[in-house]
Protein backbone atom coordinates (compact mmCIF):
# COMPACT_ATOMS: atom_id res chain seq x y z
CA UNK A 1 0.00 0.00 0.00
CA UNK A 2 1.80 3.23 -1.05
CA UNK A 3 -0.73 5.86 -0.24
CA UNK A 4 -0.33 8.88 -2.78
CA UNK A 5 2.77 8.64 -4.87
CA UNK A 6 3.62 11.88 -7.03
CA UNK A 7 6.35 12.07 -9.69
CA UNK A 8 8.71 13.67 -10.67
CA UNK A 9 10.08 14.94 -7.17
CA UNK A 10 11.69 17.89 -8.64
CA UNK A 11 11.27 20.01 -11.48
CA UNK A 12 13.03 23.09 -13.24
CA UNK A 13 10.95 24.88 -16.05
CA UNK A 14 10.98 27.41 -18.56
CA UNK A 15 9.04 30.33 -19.00
CA UNK A 16 6.39 29.27 -21.25
CA UNK A 17 7.10 25.27 -21.48
CA UNK A 18 4.15 22.87 -20.46
CA UNK A 19 4.64 19.82 -17.98
CA UNK A 20 1.77 17.74 -16.11
CA UNK A 21 3.06 16.41 -12.72
CA UNK A 22 1.70 13.04 -11.81
CA UNK A 23 -0.30 11.63 -8.86
CA UNK A 24 -1.67 8.34 -8.32
CA UNK A 25 -3.68 6.31 -5.10
CA UNK A 26 -4.28 3.25 -4.41
CA UNK A 27 -6.64 3.74 -1.20
CA UNK A 28 -9.53 3.72 -3.63
CA UNK A 29 -10.42 7.36 -2.60
CA UNK A 30 -12.97 9.12 -4.33
CA UNK A 31 -12.10 12.37 -3.81
CA UNK A 32 -8.67 13.77 -4.78
CA UNK A 33 -7.11 17.07 -4.63
CA UNK A 34 -4.40 19.48 -5.77
CA UNK A 35 -2.78 22.15 -3.49
CA UNK A 36 0.43 24.41 -4.04
CA UNK A 37 2.60 25.49 -0.88
CA UNK A 38 4.38 29.13 -1.53
CA UNK A 39 7.33 29.15 1.16
CA UNK A 40 6.00 30.13 4.65
CA UNK A 41 2.16 29.60 3.41
CA UNK A 42 -0.12 27.29 3.38
CA UNK A 43 -1.97 24.99 1.39
CA UNK A 44 -3.96 26.95 -1.62
CA UNK A 45 -6.63 24.40 -3.09
CA UNK A 46 -5.99 24.23 -7.03
CA UNK A 47 -8.80 21.75 -8.09
CA UNK A 48 -10.28 18.97 -6.60
CA UNK A 49 -12.04 15.95 -8.04
CA UNK A 50 -15.19 13.88 -6.37
CA UNK A 51 -14.91 10.78 -8.51
CA UNK A 52 -13.92 9.39 -11.76
CA UNK A 53 -14.98 12.39 -14.99
CA UNK A 54 -15.68 14.95 -12.35
CA UNK A 55 -13.64 17.66 -11.35
CA UNK A 56 -13.84 21.07 -10.29
CA UNK A 57 -12.00 24.63 -9.63
CA UNK A 58 -10.82 25.46 -6.19
CA UNK A 59 -8.92 28.65 -5.08
CA UNK A 60 -6.33 29.31 -7.44
CA UNK A 61 -7.20 27.25 -10.62
CA UNK A 62 -5.72 29.63 -13.14
CA UNK A 63 -2.80 28.32 -15.44
CA UNK A 64 -3.49 24.69 -14.51
CA UNK A 65 -5.76 21.98 -15.76
CA UNK A 66 -7.27 18.62 -14.94
CA UNK A 67 -8.52 14.98 -15.88
CA UNK A 68 -9.59 12.32 -13.72
CA UNK A 69 -10.01 9.24 -15.63
CA UNK A 70 -9.36 6.46 -13.02
CA UNK A 71 -10.17 6.65 -9.52
CA UNK A 72 -6.21 6.07 -8.86
CA UNK A 73 -4.91 8.87 -10.74
CA UNK A 74 -5.34 12.96 -10.94
CA UNK A 75 -2.87 14.44 -13.22
CA UNK A 76 -2.15 18.25 -13.48
CA UNK A 77 -1.21 20.44 -16.35
CA UNK A 78 0.79 23.17 -16.47
CA UNK A 79 0.36 25.32 -19.62
CA UNK A 80 2.44 28.17 -20.41
CA UNK A 81 4.89 27.76 -17.36
CA UNK A 82 4.91 31.07 -15.24
CA UNK A 83 7.80 31.86 -12.58
CA UNK A 84 4.31 32.85 -10.48
CA UNK A 85 3.70 28.88 -10.47
CA UNK A 86 6.99 28.24 -8.80
CA UNK A 87 6.19 26.53 -5.79
CA UNK A 88 5.57 22.94 -3.93
CA UNK A 89 2.63 20.88 -5.35
CA UNK A 90 1.07 18.42 -3.30
CA UNK A 91 -1.39 15.86 -4.62
CA UNK A 92 -3.82 14.44 -1.91
CA UNK A 93 -7.01 11.62 -1.59
CA UNK A 94 -9.53 12.06 0.86
CA UNK A 95 -10.93 9.79 3.11
CA UNK A 96 -13.41 10.94 5.89
CA UNK A 97 -11.27 11.26 8.70
CA UNK A 98 -8.35 13.22 6.54
CA UNK A 99 -6.40 13.88 3.39
CA UNK A 100 -3.45 11.82 2.99
CA UNK A 101 -0.60 13.56 1.23
CA UNK A 102 1.88 12.69 -1.56
CA UNK A 103 5.22 13.74 -1.34
CA UNK A 104 5.23 16.83 -3.21
CA UNK A 105 6.55 18.27 -6.40
CA UNK A 106 9.04 21.06 -5.85
CA UNK A 107 9.22 23.21 -9.06
CA UNK A 108 10.97 26.06 -10.78
CA UNK A 109 9.95 28.33 -13.15
CA UNK A 110 12.92 30.68 -14.49
CA UNK B 1 -14.37 33.75 0.64
CA UNK B 2 -13.77 31.20 3.72
CA UNK B 3 -11.04 32.59 5.49
CA UNK B 4 -8.37 30.64 8.37
CA UNK B 5 -6.25 32.44 10.46
CA UNK B 6 -3.32 31.28 12.20
CA UNK B 7 -0.30 33.55 14.16
CA UNK B 8 2.63 33.02 11.79
CA UNK B 9 5.42 32.58 14.61
CA UNK B 10 7.86 31.66 15.09
CA UNK B 11 7.09 30.37 18.01
CA UNK B 12 9.41 29.13 20.62
CA UNK B 13 8.73 27.37 24.21
CA UNK B 14 11.49 25.47 25.89
CA UNK B 15 11.78 21.46 26.29
CA UNK B 16 8.59 19.91 28.56
CA UNK B 17 6.52 23.43 28.28
CA UNK B 18 3.13 23.51 26.76
CA UNK B 19 2.81 24.82 23.43
CA UNK B 20 -0.56 27.10 22.65
CA UNK B 21 -1.38 27.33 18.93
CA UNK B 22 -4.53 29.28 17.51
CA UNK B 23 -6.85 29.36 14.68
CA UNK B 24 -9.58 31.31 13.81
CA UNK B 25 -11.78 30.81 10.88
CA UNK B 26 -13.83 33.20 9.01
CA UNK B 27 -17.19 30.72 7.98
CA UNK B 28 -19.65 29.97 10.53
CA UNK B 29 -20.91 26.91 9.13
CA UNK B 30 -18.01 24.99 9.06
CA UNK B 31 -17.88 21.51 10.57
CA UNK B 32 -14.94 19.81 10.97
CA UNK B 33 -11.73 21.06 12.33
CA UNK B 34 -8.22 19.47 11.39
CA UNK B 35 -4.53 20.07 13.10
CA UNK B 36 -1.99 19.05 10.73
CA UNK B 37 2.36 18.58 11.20
CA UNK B 38 4.61 19.60 8.99
CA UNK B 39 8.20 19.25 8.89
CA UNK B 40 10.33 21.09 6.62
CA UNK B 41 10.79 19.75 3.26
CA UNK B 42 7.94 17.33 3.98
CA UNK B 43 3.83 16.96 3.79
CA UNK B 44 1.80 17.32 6.17
CA UNK B 45 0.15 14.90 8.14
CA UNK B 46 -2.94 14.84 10.98
CA UNK B 47 -2.41 15.21 14.19
CA UNK B 48 -5.90 15.09 14.76
CA UNK B 49 -9.33 16.33 14.02
CA UNK B 50 -12.38 18.18 16.06
CA UNK B 51 -15.87 18.17 15.25
CA UNK B 52 -18.03 18.95 18.76
CA UNK B 53 -17.00 22.26 21.05
CA UNK B 54 -15.20 21.35 24.00
CA UNK B 55 -12.15 19.32 24.08
CA UNK B 56 -10.66 16.35 22.68
CA UNK B 57 -6.95 15.08 24.06
CA UNK B 58 -4.83 12.38 22.10
CA UNK B 59 -1.68 11.69 24.46
CA UNK B 60 -0.02 14.96 24.70
CA UNK B 61 -2.01 16.57 22.13
CA UNK B 62 -5.08 18.79 23.48
CA UNK B 63 -7.20 20.43 20.31
CA UNK B 64 -10.01 23.10 21.92
CA UNK B 65 -13.13 23.95 19.79
CA UNK B 66 -15.40 26.70 20.68
CA UNK B 67 -17.49 27.00 17.31
CA UNK B 68 -19.68 30.33 18.69
CA UNK B 69 -16.24 32.11 18.91
CA UNK B 70 -15.11 30.83 15.95
CA UNK B 71 -12.20 29.68 17.15
CA UNK B 72 -10.12 26.09 17.85
CA UNK B 73 -6.86 25.90 19.51
CA UNK B 74 -4.58 22.98 19.88
CA UNK B 75 -2.43 22.29 22.81
CA UNK B 76 1.07 20.39 22.95
CA UNK B 77 2.05 19.08 26.42
CA UNK B 78 5.64 18.25 27.27
CA UNK B 79 6.81 19.26 24.20
CA UNK B 80 9.58 18.06 22.58
CA UNK B 81 11.91 19.17 20.44
CA UNK B 82 10.86 16.46 17.49
CA UNK B 83 7.66 18.71 17.90
CA UNK B 84 9.63 21.34 16.26
CA UNK B 85 7.65 21.83 13.09
CA UNK B 86 4.66 24.17 11.25
CA UNK B 87 1.43 23.19 12.30
CA UNK B 88 -1.21 23.94 9.54
CA UNK B 89 -4.99 24.33 10.57
CA UNK B 90 -7.41 23.23 8.30
CA UNK B 91 -11.37 23.78 8.11
CA UNK B 92 -14.04 21.85 6.79
CA UNK B 93 -17.70 22.58 5.57
CA UNK B 94 -19.07 19.37 6.26
CA UNK B 95 -18.29 16.27 9.09
CA UNK B 96 -15.59 14.48 6.95
CA UNK B 97 -11.88 15.93 5.57
CA UNK B 98 -13.56 16.89 2.50
CA UNK B 99 -12.71 20.24 0.38
CA UNK B 100 -10.84 21.83 3.45
CA UNK B 101 -9.61 25.63 3.77
CA UNK B 102 -6.22 25.74 5.53
CA UNK B 103 -4.29 28.11 7.64
CA UNK B 104 -0.98 29.59 6.42
CA UNK B 105 0.63 27.30 9.75
CA UNK B 106 2.61 28.42 12.83
CA UNK B 107 6.04 27.54 13.04
CA UNK B 108 6.90 26.00 16.32
CA UNK B 109 10.59 25.12 17.50
CA UNK B 110 10.79 23.81 20.66
CA UNK B 111 14.40 24.56 22.60
CA UNK B 112 16.25 21.69 24.55
Known amino acids: NAGVTQTPKFRILKIGQSMTLQCTQDMNHNYMYWYRQDPGMGLKLIYY???????DKGEVPNGYNVSRSTTEDFPLRLELAAPSQTSVYFCASGGIETQYFGPGTRLTVL | QKEVEQNSGPLSVPEGAIASLNCTYSDRGSQSFFWYRQYSGKSPELIMF????GDKEDGRFTAQLNKASQYVSLLIRDSQPSDSATYLC????????????FGSGTQLTVLP
Open chain 1, 49 to 55: SVGAGIT
Open chain 2, 90 to 101: AVGPGDSARQLT
Open chain 2, 50 to 53: IYSN
